[in-house]
Every structure is written in C-alpha cells, then in structure tokens.
C-alpha cells in the first residue's frame, strides 16, 4: 500500500519536536546530562500523593462527569480567585488531560480552514501543528530580544487581518522565560478591544514568576474575560507532569463547544489525578512557594554562569528556562546543540525547534538539581575553551 497517499498530507508535513529528538539521543548516551526537558525534579508533594492513593482505596476508578469533579471545578475557580483575583463558575470550566488538550480542544473549537492565528515566537511547540491541522493559517510575530522577548502592541496591530480569529498568548513563556507585566496586558487589551479576535492565554507557568510582581492574567484585565479562553494546569507548579492534568477557563459558549469535542476525543480526564488535584489547589500553595524558590536559585546561578562565558542570557521574569545567544559561536542553533551533545554530552534544545525566530539561541532547563547544573556548565565550559571562545 501507498501510505505516502492513504496518510493525510498535513499530518505527514509536521514537524518532529525538536526537544524530543534531544532527549531521545541523550536518553541513550551513558553519563549524558539533559538540560533539555521541561519537567521539574521535584517529586509531587505529598498531601497531592496521598490523596490519589486514598481515591484508589476507596474505590473510585469510574468515569467522572466530561467537564471533569464538580469539586475540582469548583476548586479552580477558588484558587484562581485567591491567587489571580480571576472569577469564574464551575460551569465555565473544563478539566483537561494535561494544559495541551486544552490548547487543542481551544484551537478546533475556534478555527476554520483559512483562518489565521497569530502566533508570538519562539514559543511552545503544539500551537503551529495545532492550528495547520485544524486548517488554520499559522502567522508569527518573532520576538525580539531587545524587548525582552515580549509582544508589543504595534507589533500584534501591524498582524492583524480581517481573517485573523486567534491570538496564542504564551506568557510566561516557554523557551524564553518572558513574562508580560500588567502595563504590557492593558497595551495588548487596547488593541483587541474592538476586535472579534480570541486570545489563547496559556498560564502553565503562571505560578513561576520572579521578582516583586506576580503573575497578572490577561483575563483580569477590563472586557478581556469574555474573550480570554484561559489555559493551566497542574504539571509545572506542583511537579505532577506524570498525572496529566490541566485546565481551562473562559466564555461559557466556547467551554460548551471545547466539552463536546472532548466527550468525542477523550471522554473524561484521569479520575485518581482529579481527586489529587483537588488537595494541590486547596492545600498546597506553601509547596509551590518552596519550589520557586529552588527555580529562582538556579535561574541566578545559570544567567551569570553564561554571561561569564560570553553567551549573552537575557534574564527570564518566569518558567523555568534560560534562552542564551550561542551567536558568538558562530553555529547554528542545531549545530551548537549536536556538536554539545557529541563531545561534552550535554543536551540542551535548539532554538528553532521554537519557531524560525529562535535561530541563533539554544533553550535550556534549570528544572534540575543545583549539582546537575553545576556539572553541565562545567562542560560547556569545556566546549568553548575547544571552541577558542574562552
């Protein structure tokens, strides 16, 4: 059989994730340190443990309702509103398998073939394949790092086109670690205003902001809630990547629409990680508290480390990823990455597995232990004293 005929054209041309093909290779490599993946070393504190084991004690293994526990729902909105000064019912929210069923189920409620999304890079991996499978238009703003890799307002106005349904708001940002402040929102919110347009917030990383500010959602802003479909989950803040979890939040009709595509696709997400989730939302903000300031740390220590080296590192406000500049090398993204990868064993992701824009950077985690990074930026060290760069 000819599969290269029977496959559907937009899938074959999808692009493999460039952060996987690194943990691949590494994942293979003896003594190989990965800087490449986005999961913390954490281990799921243990109040949020406990409770999915006594779920399974006592017994509940059954379906939950499609928009997921009352409870969990309930529980959402309490913690948004305790921790983001956001309003929400029960009813406007849905608990997904991981934020990126969420950001799925948000695309194909929302996009016709032909209409375009704006999409700022470098960003997260799913949002480009996302929308050309749906048939929507991919359109990229690239960031630039002299703003601190931020969407400005001119920037999202000269994008918009009559065709233009979706803007994917992926702050605090993964690669970069850029965070938009309130003053940037409220900029952003005077261009959609007068719009039909949609904003995609993903909020995934809306817990691990550095600094005075805390993380200011774009829905708190005035008249941006009833076009925000906002997007969070479970597996950043509180280390439960394993339990895939997540959730989103916004317009009733658009949840009403995300819940029939996921009573089709998935039927209900796991039901012991929604009765642990409801201990992590309730109980555990001490927990997440510890935890950003492990990050911090390690945010810190790995920004001096490689501007010491001469790879100038922008200074992320949030997630847990540093984004230096390997220009000085004078090799591509790829190149830097695989030639790491082979002499010093050390993984880190290219940045144009973020979008084109990323060309020139490489992303690295510091969701690793002080030790683990200590050792990698011994090596990378070693990799640009070879380089006749140090």
């Known amino acids: 059989m000819d599969y290269s005929r029977l496959l559907s054209r937009k899938a074959q041309e999808m692009r493999p994730s460039g952060i996987r093909k690194f943990f691949d290779i590494a994942a293979e490599m003896e003594d190989c340190i990965s800087l490449g993946v986005g999961e913390p070393d954490f281990k799921t504190p243990w109040a949020i443990r406990e409770a999915g084991i006594t779920s399974l004690e006592r017994g509940r293994t059954r379906y939950t309702s499609n928009s997921g526990l009352k409870e969990l729902r309930a529980e959402a909105c309490r913690y948004l509103e305790r921790r983001m000064d956001l309003h929400y019912t029960p009813d406007q929210v849905l608990i997904t398998v991981g934020g990126s069923e969420a950001i799925d189920l948000c695309i194909r409620a929302l996009i016709e073939p032909g209409d375009e999304v704006i999409l700022p890079e470098p960003c997260y991996v799913s949002y480009q394949p996302i929308t050309t499978l749906t048939g929507g238009v991919p359109v990229s703003i690239p960031l630039k790092p002299e ?70 959602s774009i829905a708190s802003i005035p008249d941006m809630a009833e076009r925000t479909l906002l997007v969070n989950g479970f597996s950043k803040a509180y280390a439960m990547t394993g339990w895939r979890l ?28 929604q009765y642990a ?36 590192c922008f200074e992320p406000e949030g997630a847990f990823y540093v984004f230096p500049s390997i220009a000085v090398t004078g090799l ?6 695989q030639q790491l990868l082979y002499t010093q064993r050390v993984a880190v992701v290219p940045g144009t597995a973020f979008g084109d824009s990323g ?32």
Do not use: W
């Open 147 to 216: 703003n601190g890799f931020r969407l400005t307002a001119d920037e999202l106005r000269a994008a918009i086109t009559p065709r233009t349904k979706l803007l994917v708001l992926p702050f605090p940002c993964n690669p970069t670690g850029a965070v938009l402040r309130k003053e940037h929102l409220e900029e952003l919110a005077e261009v959609l205003r007068d719009t039909d347009i949609t904003v995609l917030s993903d909020e995934i990383y809306a817990e691990l902001t550095y600094g005075y500010d805390r993380h200011v």
């Open 246 to 273: 997540g959730f989103a939040c916004g317009p009733k009709p658009l949840i009403d629409i995300m819940v029939k595509i996921h009573q089709s696709c998935i039927m209900c997400a796991p039901t012991t990680s």
């Open 277 to 312: 989730a409801v201990v992590a939302l309730r109980d555990c903000d001490e927990q997440i508290e510890e935890m950003r300031t492990q990050y911090d740390m390690r945010r810190r220590y790995l920004v001096k480390a490689f501007n010491e080296m001469g790879l100038h």
């Open 332 to 337: 591509s993204s790829e190149e830097f990455c």
């Open 359 to 390: 060309e020139g950077f490489v992303r690295v985690s510091y969701a690793y232990s002080v030790e683990h990074l200590q050792e990698a930026v011994r090596r990378i060290r070693e990799f640009l004293k070879q380089k006749d760069l140090l």
